[in-house]
């Protein structure tokens, strides 16, 4: 159980384009969704956090307009990275929460990522 | 705060061998910890976690510590497999939020 998909897997585009990415929890709703991106050799960052139904909220520093997120329903949650430019390029990790009340209230379930190539 | 790293640090161990991979956590008000395994191309795997009430937590063939006096976390993998090669990550909780903060990571090389 708590599979989390991300689609696509890799993409690569030309610079000035928009690029969409989904995250999708498979077997469970979840009512939070993250957004990571991840450089080679560094770390996770997170981006923005998403509840559904309502704005996401950023990071300091990480652009809203430039990387649009959307949680529309309680199973899939988008990012938009719009005008993508070659300082884009990274790897793309959403995760989800459930918000269930417990042991698994603050457990994220990490999808397997989607690698941007911007040209 | 968030960790970044350029040059992540290797553990070379012998297959076979226990390792111990450490972290050092930023916010004292952290209440839940989690080890995530990270393999090339791939999101990061959980392995186990530990709430901030708890000071060891059992899995099998690994083992979390937690030391909130000096705000360090250690995993311990006993018995090291080539399998478990990969770059592992610690990452803290914040209460406010309740978001993720992620350390640097670690890269765990097995030798058979």
């Known amino acids: 159980g708590a599979v989390v998909s991300q689609h696509p897997s890799r993409v690569i585009c030309k610079s000035g384009t928009s690029v969409k990415i989904e995250c999708r929890s498979l077997?469970?709703?979840?009512?939070?969704m993250f957004w990571y991106r991840q450089f080679p050799k560094q770390s996770l960052m997170l981006m923005a956090t998403?509840?559904?139904?309502?704005?996401?909220?950023?990071e300091q520093g990480v652009e809203k307009d430039k990387f649009l997120i959307n949680h529309a329903s309680l199973t899939l949650s988008t990012l938009t990275v719009t005008s993508a430019h070659p300082e884009d390029s990274s790897f793309y990790i959403c995760?989800?929460?459930?918000?269930?009340?417990?042991?698994?209230?603050?457990?994220?379930?990490f999808g397997p990522g989607t690698r941007l190539t911007v040209l | 705060g968030e960790s970044v790293g350029l040059h992540l640090p290797t553990l070379s161990v012998q297959e076979g061998d226990n390792s111990i991979i450490n972290c050092a956590y930023s916010?004292?008000?952290?209440?839940?910890f989690i080890w995530y395994k990270q393999e090339s191309g791939k999101g990061p795997q959980f392995i186990i976690d530990i709430r901030s009430n708890m000071d060891k937590r059992q899995g099998q063939r690994v083992t979390v510590l937690l030391n909130k006096t000096v705000k360090h976390l250690s995993l311990q993998i006993a018995a090291t497999q080539p399998g478990d090669s990969a770059v592992y990550f610690c990452?803290?909780?914040?209460?406010?939020?309740?978001?993720?903060?992620f350390g640097a990571g670690t890269i765990l090389r097995v030798k058979s």
């Open positions: 916010n004292s008000a952290s209440d839940y």
């Open positions: 998403s509840n559904e139904g309502s704005k996401a909220t950023y």
């Open positions: 990452a803290e909780n914040h209460p406010r939020g309740n978001k993720l903060v």
């Open positions: 077997d469970f709703q979840a009512t939070t």
């Open positions: 995760s989800a929460r459930e918000g269930a009340s417990g042991g698994r209230a603050n457990e994220q379930f």
